[in-house]
Structures are given as structure tokens and as C-alpha cells.
Nanobody, 115 residues
Framework: QVQFVESGGGLVQPGGSLRLSCAAS????????MGWYRQAPGMQREWVAA???????NYADSVKGRFTISRDNAKNTVYLQMSSLKPEDTAVYYC?????????WGQGTQVTVSS
């Protein structure tokens, strides 16, 4: 079992930036792909970004060029740097770790983009 502590969410104006953090309770980065999903009110959960143990990164088209996923293996932490934020980025953001059919989820952190 793995637990995550997410932080960094909040209220930001359009065009602003936030950095989300997701700290894992143990070192799983070498064996699991890590990433982020988000869920807006009344919407299905949407995949945002992911990174694997080989440092390959992938992004949803809706965030490509604005969001950057990275990780610090020494801290067992994955980050999501979000820039040029738009109101449509408003959602609860969840980090996850996945290997084969096993997925662990963070508790979620709220991001609200509004003037």
C-alpha cells in the first residue's frame, strides 16, 4: 500500500501559476508510472500528465506547453508545475501511481482559476 500527501492547490487568477506536489509514503518511483488526473464538477476524471521510471513525460493536449510534470526521487515526490492557467483548468487534481493493474491515488487538491 502507498499513501500520498498532496499540496499546492488554491485560488489563482487566469494567467497565473501553481505548483502541485505529491509526496509518496515510500519509494515507488523506480517501479511505477506517476501522474496526475483532474476532475471538474459534473465532469468525468480527465488524465493530465504522466512520467515513468525512464523520465519519459506525456501530457494531455489541453495542457501541453503550459504544464510540466517532474519528480524528485530522493524525496519520493512528483510535481505538476502549472502555468498560464485558465478557468477551464479549475478542478480537483489527483496524483496517482500505476503499475500493471495496480493504481494508488492521492486524496486530491483543489485548484480554482478565477478572477
Amino acid at each position: 500500500q502507498v499513501q500520498f500527501v498532496e499540496s499546492g492547490g488554491g485560488l489563482v487568477q487566469p494567467g497565473g501559476s501553481l505548483r502541485l506536489s505529491c509526496a509518496a509514503s515510500r519509494n515507488i518511483f523506480s517501479n511505477y508510472a506517476m501522474g496526475w488526473y483532474r476532475q471538474a464538477p459534473g465532469m468525468q476524471r480527465e488524465w493530465v500528465a504522466a512520467t515513468n521510471s525512464g523520465d519519459t513525460t506525456n501530457y494531455a493536449d489541453s495542457v501541453k506547453g503550459r504544464f510540466t510534470i517532474s519528480r524528485d526521487n530522493a524525496k519520493n515526490t512528483v510535481y505538476l508545475q502549472m502555468s498560464s492557467l485558465k478557468p477551464e483548468d479549475t478542478a480537483v487534481y489527483y496524483c496517482y501511481a500505476q503499475r500493471s493493474i495496480t493504481t494508488f491515488w492521492g486524496q486530491g487538491t483543489q485548484v480554482t482559476v478565477s478572477s
